[in-house]
């Protein structure tokens, strides 16, 4: 009942910012939490940040902390993630991730919907 889109990933150079966007369609009145998750080939996937769509209130992992930040516009349905001072560590595909119940998890199963991914390379 909720489809999640991601956008704006692409190759840079290392020290440069991406902005990534989530834009969620459906039932989006039953989301509580949003979350970012990231994949590189043959890896786990790993939590990155999360945030309460009502509250606003931010999480994020120790290896994006300083860095990574998440926001969103409820109005607009949508997530984003501005990633600055990028480094080859984090070449990924970036999933948005969405949570119906209450609270928030580092868990990708405690999520509902999943977007498909938007890559991000960043070179030396």
């Known amino acids: 009942q909720v489809q999640l889109v991601e956008s704006g990933g692409g190759l840079v150079p290392a020290g440069d910012s991406l902005r990534l966007s989530c834009t969620a369609s459906?039932?989006?009145?039953?989301?509580?939490?949003l979350a970012w998750f990231r994949q590189a080939p043959g890896k786990e996937r790993k939590w990155v940040a999360a945030?309460?769509?009502?509250?606003?209130?931010?999480y994020y992992s120790d290896s994006v902390k300083g860095r990574f930040t998440i926001s969103r516009d409820n109005a607009k349905d949508t997530v984003f993630l501005q990633m600055n001072s990028l480094s080859p560590e984090d070449t990924a595909k970036y999933y948005c991730?969405?949570?119906?119940?209450?609270?928030?998890?580092?868990?990708?199963?405690?999520?509902?919907?999943w977007g498909r991914g938007t890559q991000v390379t960043v070179s030396s």
């Open positions: 459906g039932r989006t009145f039953d989301l509580y939490s």
């Open positions: 991730a969405a949570r119906t119940g209450g609270g928030w998890s580092e868990s990708n199963v405690a999520y509902d919907y």
């Open positions: 945030i309460k769509k009502t509250e606003g209130t931010t």
